[in-house]
C-alpha cells in the first residue's frame, strides 16, 4: 500500500509478512517496453510524456528506466504504470535500517524478489542501480 515515506516522500510499504525469496513484483508482466531502440525509443518515450497533462508529466518521468531484457539486446525505456512505481531506493546514504529488502533476480528481469522477510508496515526498498543506466543509450 502508499503512504507516505519518512524523508522520501510517497513509498510501498508491505500489506502483509513477506517472506525472503517471495516475489514481490513481476514487472515481466506489467511493465510498458517502448518500442524501438536508440533514439527511435526515445521519440517514442518523449511522445508519451508529452501527450500527458504537464501535473502529472514530471512524476511519470521518475517511474522510468532503461533496461535490456536479455544480453545483447539494446536498452529499451521502461516504465512502471502500477504502485510499484512507489518503491524508493535504498541504501547506507539514507540511514541506518535503510537497505534494499526487494532486487530483481538479475539486471535483465522485471521480477523483484524479497531479499529477507520483510514485516507488514516495513517499507519496501529497492536499488534504482540494479539496472545500468546510460540516457544515451536510449538516445536521450
Not at 530483481?104 to 540494479?130: C, H, N, V
Request: with cysteine.
Amino acid at each position: 500500500y502508499a503512504k507516505q515515506s519518512e524523508g522520501k516522500g510517497r513509498g510501498l510499504f508491505a500489506s502483509r509478512n513477506i517472506q525472503k525469496g517471495e516475489l514481490v513484483h513481476n514487472g515481466d508482466v506489467s511493465d510498458l517496453i517502448f518500442p524501438g531502440t536508440g533514439s527511435n525509443n526515445a521519440i517514442k518515450w518523449k511522445e508519451f510524456v508529452f501527450s500527458l497533462p504537464r501535473n502529472l508529466a514530471c512524476d511519470v518521468t521518475d517511474w522510468h528506466w532503461m533496461q535490456m531484457k536479455f544480453e545483447g539486446d539494446s536498452y529499451h525505456m521502461i516504465g512502471a504504470l502500477d504502485i510499484s512505481i512507489l518503491m524508493n531506493s535504498g541504501g547506507m546514504e539514507f540511514g541506518p535500517d535503510m537497505e534494499p529488502n526487494v532486487l530483481p533476480e538479475d539486471r535483465y528481469s522485471g521480477k523483484q524478489f524479497a531479499l529477507r522477510d520483510i514485516m507488514e508496515g516495513e517499507e519496501i526498498l529497492t536499488d534504482y542501480d540494479a539496472y545500468y543506466t546510460n540516457w544515451r543509450e536510449v538516445g536521450l
